[in-house]
Nanobody, 119 residues
């Protein structure tokens, strides 16, 4: 099993930027599909960015496309989420998740990091 630890959340003004990190241990993260999810108060959890271990082509939700970038550093066994042009509606707890590809569900989750965007 891979263990995931997120960091980099915080309070930022609208229009600002943050970079979230997801550090993995226990297994090599490049052998997993990896995604960033978020959950805002009173809302369902949603996937905002994902990386396939096979194609390595990232996918994004429409709500963050053009503003967020997912990337990975295999040497550091870490995945990042660069968030630019932040909006108040991006306020949420952000989670990193991984799956081996044997199941459709993401089975490994971090504890989350809180992002608050003030207007």
């Amino acid at each position: 099993q891979v263990q995931l630890v997120e960091s980099g959340g915080g309070l930022v003004q609208a229009g600002g930027s943050l970079r979230l990190s997801c550090a993995a241990s226990g297994r090599t993260l490049s052998t997993y599909d990896v995604a960033w999810f978020r959950q805002a108060p009173g809302k369902e959890r949603e996937s905002v960015a994902a990386f396939s271990r096979i194609s390595n082509n990232p996918t994004y939700s429409d709500s963050v496309k053009g503003r967020f970038t997912i990337s990975r550093d295999n040497a550091k066994n870490t995945v990042y989420l660069q968030m630019n042009s932040l909006k108040p509606e991006d306020t949420a707890i952000y989670y990193c998740a991984a799956r081996t590809g044997l199941t459709a569900a993401y089975t490994n989750w971090g504890q989350g990091t809180r992002v608050t965007v003030s207007s």
